[in-house]
């Protein structure tokens, strides 16, 4: 036995005139919109991982695991204090440099190289410092992390880090400067990539 519902009233007709006709306009209505999106002129495909520059973040990550293995197997000589308060003041330095990186970037922080599109270019606190903060953070807290603890490979292994970032960076700043049409201005009132006064 089937049960069918019977209109009756003209609300009860017009209300499922209107349920047809939305239902039946929806999905067409949405793929018109998907397809005027993807066909605009100011649309662009989502970048690969490669073009993201994924392999340089895949390195980054095998250079901190190397680090932390000689870190671990290298022999440490904590008897010199100075040291040890220069060590602790670099890694400040570096956590202050690259929080206030972070604060200023916020939901456009990306490991990959190419930067977040639609991302404004930022210019002030730490950036005013160097152009790359967070890499000269990580530099800063690896070398005075082996001074405070008395590793002397750790410590040199900084220097290996900061020419790894270095070639990063490079990559990085032919993107920025395709990216944002000011950034060359920018390069020239903070000419230092990653020590103030230095490189």
Partial sequence: MHNYQIYQT??????LRSQVTSSEFQVPSLRYSLLATRYSPTYSPP???????????????????????????TPRDEGNIGL????????????WLAGDAVVRIRQHLTPYPAPVAGAPLRKGGAYAVVRHPIYAALVLEVFGFGLAFGSTWTSV???????????????EERLLVAEH?????????????LVRGLW
């Fill in 10 to 15: 003209p609300s009860q007709v017009s209300g």
């Fill in 47 to 73: 970048m690969s991982f490669r073009e993201k520059g994924g392999w340089w973040v895949v390195a980054q990550v095998v250079a901190f695991l190397a680090l932390a293995v000689v870190f671990a197997v």
């Fill in 84 to 95: 040890v308060v220069i060590g602790w003041v670099l890694v400040g330095a570096g956590v």
């Fill in 157 to 171: 292994g900084a220097f290996l880090l900061a020419a790894f970032f270095g070639a990063k960076l490079t990559h």
């Fill in 181 to 193: 049409p000011d950034y060359e201005e920018y390069q020239k009132r903070v000419p230092w990539r």
